[in-house]
């Protein structure tokens, strides 16, 4: 082993907290006794008393300085997490959208054609009716007597919950034998942004791949 290895591996040790506060005792020793040599060598016996003492002392004053440390960052760190823990639950449980989809009777939106199987429209938003919700559309599906038929209003929070409510409905679409005729329309008004609607296009044509996607304005 080199020297340059020796010298690192003692200063390590010598710098691990658990010989610090007894190279701090020395170091105090060593200073009380250079601050008034003369008055210490006089009486060797005394000199060896002053010089316990002094190490006590100062072994006493990190211990209570390094308690007083602990308890300190220990009641912080914990009153911190507490906090936070109930700060951020509160105020995510309010704040929490969970993704739903209501199904209600209702007519279906005016001039869908007949051979239409399933209108998918967009949700306006409350500021501007021309721009779409996110993550937000309604399903209308026509009852066989095509005088109305039934919504499904999806709502959701992020896109794969979107997603995947819009493929658990889409395949309840019924599509009869002549299904190769029969066309999805997508709503293009609200607008909902052209990646929107190709990845809505896209899930119909993976679900219901015998209809024709049409883009309705």
Request: net charge positive.
């Amino acid at each position: 082993m080199s020297v340059l290895q020796r010298a690192g591996q003692f200063v390590e040790w010598f710098t691990t907290p658990g010989v610090i506060p007894w190279v701090g005792a020395a170091a105090a020793v060593a200073a009380a006794i250079t601050v008034d040599s003369r008055t210490w060598l006089k009486s060797p016996m005394t000199a060896v008393g002053r010089l316990v003492r002094v190490a006590l002392v100062w072994l006493l004053v990190v211990w209570l300085l390094g308690f007083a440390f602990h308890k300190g960052t220990g009641s912080g760190r914990g009153e911190a997490g507490s906090g936070a823990g109930e700060g951020a639950g509160q105020g995510d449980g309010r704040r929490e959208k969970t993704a739903v989809a209501n199904v209600t009777d209702g007519p279906m939106p005016s001039g869908t054609p007949a051979n239409a199987v399933l209108v998918i429209s967009f949700v306006p938003m409350a500021g501007d009716p021309a721009v779409a919700q996110a993550f937000a559309c309604d399903l209308h599906i026509p009852a066989g007597n095509r005088t109305g038929g039934t919504k499904t209003e999806i709502r959701a929070p992020d896109m794969p919950a979107f997603d995947k409510l819009l493929v658990q409905h889409l395949r309840g679409v019924p599509v009869g034998a002549d299904g190769a005729r029969s066309e999805v329309r997508i709503k293009r008004t609200p607008f909902p942004g052209e990646p929107a609607l190709r990845r809505v296009a896209d899930k119909v044509r993976i679900v219901l791949p015998t209809t024709t996607v049409v883009f309705d304005e």
